[in-house]
């Protein structure tokens, strides 16, 4: 399973820190985690400014570009909405704009979200471990900063 997350900052970065403004409103980079059905990372990639979204992350990461060496024809992943399908990318179906989706696509949707709760947990587990990655707050005297 695949799946994007992002990793919060305690400020702008000096150069291009625009670029790391997220739709949620703070500063962050993004990441996106690999995982096995167990929860265990098989690979991750970090770095990328929080504004990317998750579909060109991937399209520009060293596996995709590099799929041959890391998939055979029997090897896909399991990706949310945001990924575009491929022969190694099996995503959501997207809702289409004043659409609704058909009874299998829904079907589909709920069956693959039922597997790839363990991606949320894998990434879940992961800030839990690391706790900074959730990045923390300190009070000082005038006012509350985040910091990482």
């Given at each position: 399973m695949i799946?994007?997350?992002?990793?919060p900052l305690a400020f702008a970065p000096t150069v291009n820190g625009e670029d790391y403004y997220t739709r949620k409103g703070d500063y962050a980079t993004k990441g996106l985690v690999i995982c096995d059905d167990a929860a265990r990372i098989?690979?991750?990639?970090?770095g990328w400014p929080g504004s990317v979204q998750d579909n060109r992350v991937w399209?520009?990461?060293e596996i995709y570009?590099?799929?041959d060496k890391y998939f055979d024809h029997k090897k896909y992943l399991l990706g949310d909405s945001a990924f575009s399908t491929s022969a190694v990318m099996i995503p959501a179906f997207k809702k289409g704009h004043n659409s609704s989706l058909s009874e299998e696509k829904r079907f589909f949707n709920t069956k693959l979200a039922k597997v790839r709760i363990k991606s949320e947990?894998?990434?879940?587990?992961?800030?839990a471990r690391f706790q900074?990655?959730?990045g923390f707050w300190i009070q000082d005297a005038t006012k509350s900063l985040p910091t990482c």
């Open positions: 799946d994007g997350t992002l990793f098989t690979w991750i990639e970090v399209s520009n990461s570009l590099g799929r947990h894998c990434i879940g587990l992961l800030k900074w990655l959730r």
